[in-house]
């Protein structure tokens, strides 16, 4: 009995070994997600509810920088900003994604080389912000830009025209229609692979019946696609609330309030790092969570009172 019994004992010493050894591998990413992503949270939730400059005594305010933030006009002109922004980039975003998806998934015509158009499709979200800000301020610089020259050359324009200033919605257009071309190669790709996880039986048996592209498309693949296109949406509405790189880069560091591209984020960063209020920064970084909180969960809402 005891010689039986020793080769269990000795065999369960040895998984706990073995589990010891995995929690001892787990614990540098544990220790770094503790220190770099759960700290900083729940430090920038302390700050909001204190008058703090970034330096010095913090002194508790309670709710005061949220009462504050819910009534700062130039927050939510920044925010509606950001909306304006984002809607055109979610439109040709997922309009030219779903267009594409259609053309490489069309049954009667189908489109050899999908893994090359899939790569470049790709290659812009792979381009560092940084370039691609540069790149268009470059392409759309009012005097010296190459687009105002073809259209002047064209005569297709009168003036040179300010792409990328002032206070009318054309920089925003602009920041939309960049914000599409970087990511909409990445839509196309979830929406394939959306496609290609759908049972070809249906379409088969839908082509049988006499069903036309038009109606397999609204009957089948839309309702199909219905939750990649939910990611697709809700990821979309997480970073394009929190849009700051593009529009700071390409208005410069002088972004004033009252801007055509003068978001949210940038209002954010303004008020931490050069206004030096940092309390009210975090309350405001706060606030923008909640927002795009809520707006996720009427997206799901949405999403899961239409499949019932």
């Known amino acids: 009995m005891t010689k039986a019994a020793r080769p269990s004992r000795e065999k369960w010493s040895g998984m706990r070994r073995r589990e010891l050894y995995g929690l001892l591998f787990c614990m540098p990413f544990v220790i770094a997600f ?7 949270v ?6 909001s509810f204190m008058n703090y400059k970034g330096f010095g005594k913090e002194t508790f305010v309670g709710f005061a920088n949220y009462i504050r933030a819910f009534k ?3 927050y939510w002109d920044a925010f509606v900003n950001t909306l304006k922004m984002w809607g055109v980039n979610i439109v040709l975003q997922l309009g030219l994604a779903l267009l594409l998806t259609i053309a490489f998934n069309d049954m009667k015509y189908r489109i050899r080389g999908l893994g090359f158009f899939r790569a470049v499709y ?22 010296f830009g190459s687009v105002n020259q073809i259209l002047l050359s064209l005569h297709l324009i009168g003036a040179p025209v300010n792409w990328l200033t002032g206070k009318d919605a054309t920089a925003q257009i602009v920041v939309g229609v960049v914000g599409a ?3 909409f190669g990445n839509s196309f790709i979830m929406l394939m692979a959306g496609v290609q996880g759908i049972n070809t ?3 088969e048996a839908a082509t049988i019946d006499g069903a036309n592209r038009w109606q397999i498309f609204a009957r089948i693949t839309m309702p199909l696609l219905r939750p990649v296109m939910l990611y697709v949406a809700v990821t979309s509405l997480i970073g394009g609330l929190q849009l700051f790189d593009i529009p700071y880069l390409i208005s410069g560091t002088e972004g004033k309030p009252g801007r055509a591209l003068y978001t949210a984020v940038f209002y954010l960063y303004t008020t931490a790092f050069k206004n030096n209020q940092m309390g009210y920064a975090a309350a405001l970084a706060f ?9 996720c969960a009427i ?4 999403m899961n009172r239409k499949e019932d």
């Open 287 to 295: 606030v923008l969570f909640m927002i795009i909180a809520v707006f």
């Open 181 to 183: 071309w970087m990511w």
């Open 299 to 302: 997206a799901f809402k949405l």
């Open 122 to 143: 790709y290659l812009p979200n792979l381009i560092a912000c940084t370039s691609v800000a540069f790149l268009f301020k470059t392409l759309l610089d009012w005097k």
């Open 201 to 203: 039986s249906y379409f």
């Open 34 to 40: 503790l220190v770099f992503s759960v700290y900083p």
């Open 72 to 74: 700062d006009p130039l």
């Open 42 to 47: 729940f430090r920038t939730l302390q700050m």
